[in-house]
Each structure stands twice: as structure tokens, then as C-alpha cells.
């Protein structure tokens, strides 16, 4: 029932939409909030399960043989390189790389942690790795306790952190797994079960989701369309023809 000429659903549309507005502008704040304090855009989400777990803790390390450098790994990287850099000139792949890293403007890297949290940093490519183990020392929770980066496969952990990202081939972004640096024990088992970052740092978790779902100042606030009958149709005006008279021949004299 229509009470007053208008309907009550556009009203509740747009009490949802304010709601969802405000926890926009939040969500935006404390990411703000957080780049201005370590320097950098961090984003946090969870990623699905893919470790075996043992009593309800997640295993951090993998057998040796998933590690194992295959036949297959060998063509993957093989066929990754179809470009024979021995038909270049120095000169020429210098200039290439040049060319390369002005157009790379940023290196996102993406820290996976053992409880299947992600971490992801935006860095200059012209940056070193420590500078990616500086920023994580201030966001896992316990900083204290000796960790080391690896990539994978196979397994390689990461130990010249005086190379650039770009050097590491870490552009235009890369995937690394953190790993307390502990021997096998109760210590290494009770740091393996988590957290591993701190609680202000696992807030910012989802919030890129709901700083993007904000919907157009123009969508909230757009006009309920008015019915056919309220509006007046235009005047037509029909326009008639003009009558011309029948012109006279040059030639024809009365």
C-alpha cells in the first residue's frame, strides 16, 4: 500500500546504502591510517588451506621431496626463456633492461604465513629485499623470535636481501613464504600456532573489499522516475504545408 504518493522501499534502499557508505569511509580511514604509520599500502586476506595440519596446527614445513627440482620444472623454465640473449649486443640488452624498469613502477610481494593469512606490500622496485624484512619484523607478532623468507618450487630461501627487487626478480610481483627460523620443538610448535601478525595489522583484514563496495554518490542519490500520467505531454504542433502558386515560363507573354 502506497501511502502519501510514494513507496517505503526506496527509503529503506537508501538507510542500507548510508550504512554501507559509512563502513566504506571507515574501511578507507584505516587504511589510510596504516600507510601513513609504516609507509606503505598493506592489505591482508586469508587464502584457502593447503598445508596437511597435525592436531589442529598447521605443518610449516613441506618433505624434501616436494622441493625436489622435477623434469617438469626444467621445461617450464626453459620454455620461459624462448629468447636467446646470445644474439644481443650487451649495449642492446642493457638498453632493454633500462627500458624494463622505467616502465616497472611498483613491486607488489605477497607473504604467505603458515595459518593460510596473506600479507601483501607495495614497494619501488629500485628497493632491497631488507626492506621487506625490515617491514615485516614490525608487523608479525612476534618480532623477537628469528624468522627467513623462501620462494618455491623448489624451495630457495632467500638470503641476499643487499639486491633490488627487480635484481631479485620480484616485478612486476612475488609470492614468498614466511617461516620462523626455530629448531623442531615445543618453542617452534607453539610459534607455528599462530598468530603471526599483529592484531592491529590482522584488522586491516578484508578492508580493500569494503572500501571498493562504496556505490556512486550519483547511484544513492538518484530520482524515483515519474509515473507516465503525471507527466504532461508536449504540444504537438502540426505543421501545413505551404501552398505555392504555379510559376510562369520565362517565355510565356500575356
Not at 82 to 93: A, G, N
Not at 101 to 113: G, Q
Not at 155 to 172: E, W, Y
Amino acid at each position: 500500500m502506497i501511502v502519501g504518493g510514494s513507496s517505503p522501499l526506496p527509503l529503506k534502499r537508501r538507510r542500507f546504502t548510508s550504512i554501507d557508505s559509512m563502513e566504506a569511509e571507515s574501511a578507507k580511514a584505516k587504511l589510510a591510517a596504516a600507510k601513513e604509520k609504516f609507509g606503505r599500502e598493506i592489505r591482508v586476506f586469508e587464502t584457502a588451506s593447503l598445508l596437511p595440519t597435525q592436531d589442529g596446527v598447521p605443518n610449516t614445513e613441506e618433505p624434501d621431496d616436494f622441493y625436489d627440482f622435477t623434469a617438469e620444472d626444467y621445461y617450464r623454465l626453459m620454455a620461459s626463456k624462448k629468447e636467446d640473449k646470445h644474439l644481443k649486443t650487451r649495449k642492446i640488452r642493457e638498453a632493454e633492461e633500462a627500458a624494463r624498469r622505467s616502465r616497472i613502477t611498483k613491486a607488489v610481494v605477497r607473504i604467505r604465513f603458515p595459518d593460510n593469512h596473506t600479507l601483501e606490500l607495495t614497494f619501488h622496485p629500485s628497493e632491497t629485499l631488507q626492506s621487506l624484512v625490515d617491514l615485516i619484523s614490525k608487523l608479525i607478532a612476534r618480532p623477537d623470535l628469528p624468522f627467513y623468507l623462501y620462494t618455491t618450487p623448489p624451495k630457495k630461501q632467500i638470503k641476499d636481501m643487499t639486491q633490488d627487487f627487480f635484481s631479485a626478480g620480484f616485478i612486476p610481483g612475488a609470492i614468498v613464504y614466511f617461516s620462523y627460523d626455530l629448531p623442531k620443538g615445543e618453542d617452534a610448535a607453539a610459534a607455528n600456532s599462530g598468530p603471526f601478525l599483529q592484531e592491529e595489522i590482522m584488522s586491516l583484514k578484508g578492508l580493500e573489499v569494503i572500501a571498493g563496495a562504496e556505490q556512486p554518490e550519483s547511484l544513492q542519490s538518484a530520482p524515483e522516475p515519474a509515473s507516465a500520467s503525471a507527466v504532461p505531454s508536449p504540444a504537438v504542433h502540426e505543421s501545413k504545408p505551404t501552398e505555392k502558386k504555379p510559376a510562369k515560363p520565362k517565355w510565356f507573354k500575356m
